[in-house]
């Protein structure tokens, strides 16, 4: 089951903030962020467990919430760099070997 | 380190025609996959390998085969390319399948089949 990253598209300029959701129907045990420049390969952001952690990486975080069986990825300050396609990929055994990827989430600013 | 190297970047078949993706790492990954990238569908599993000799199916793995022989080494072949296998390509490996390892992507095989 796929998961269901909202909104598919955003638009923003330098400075602003953005939120990326991911949810599943299915209980979780880590979701993995992604972020994809075009024609690259997508690189990792971030691994969040069950339990609820938030994590950051510059000025970029992710929360985890166990009982509604979403993530969601802060951007704050969004710099031009930012842009690109985010994925995240759930997990439900505890064993990534079967991440299943959200459509994505395509992520625009402007200067 | 070279990370994990996909060969060739781009290529055309004709329906029908076999090839082999091939895909390497020399990071001494126990866990590798193949992933296809449609527009608008993400990224889906198509096989997937969590050691020499061990290898097991994903989301869509039908029209795919793959072996591993070496650590190193995850070729995916298709045996009889049809049009609806026109994708992006994406080899991943990581150091093991626990839920905390990263994936590190190869740089993609873009994949036309006429």
């Known amino acids: 089951q796929q998961p269901v990253q909202s909104p598919q598209a955003v638009i923003l300029r330098e400075g602003e903030d953005a939120v990326i959701n991911c949810s599943s129907s299915k209980a979780l045990y880590s979701v993995h962020w992604y972020r994809q420049k075009h024609g690259e390969a997508p690189v990792f952001l971030m691994i969040?467990?069950?339990?609820?952690e938030q994590k950051g990486h510059d000025k970029i975080s992710a929360s985890f919430n166990e009982k509604k069986q979403q993530s969601s990825l802060y951007l704050t300050a969004s710099q031009l760099s930012y842009s690109g396609t985010y994925f995240c990929g759930t997990d439900h055994s505890g064993s990534a070997r079967q991440l299943t990827f959200g459509s994505g989430t395509q992520l625009t600013v402007l200067p | 380190n070279a990370g994990v190297t996909q060969t060739p970047k781009f290529q055309v078949l004709k329906t029908g025609q076999s090839m082999t993706l091939q895909c390497a790492q020399d990071m001494n990954h126990e866990y590798m996959s193949w992933y296809r990238q449609d527009p608008g569908m993400g990224l889906r599993l198509i096989h997937y390998?969590?050691?020499?000799?061990?290898?097991d199916q994903g989301e869509v793995p039908n029209g795919y085969n793959v072996s591993r022989s070496t650590t190193e080494d995850f070729p995916l072949r298709l045996l009889s390319a049809a049009p609806s296998q026109t994708s992006v390509y994406f080899c991943?490996?990581?150091?093991?399948?626990?839920?905390?390892?990263?994936?590190?992507f190869g740089s993609g095989t873009q994949l036309s089949v006429l």
């Open positions: 390998s969590v050691g020499a000799g061990i290898t």
């Open positions: 991943a490996s990581s150091y093991s399948m626990r839920a905390n390892e990263k994936l590190f």
């Open positions: 969040l467990l069950k339990g609820g």
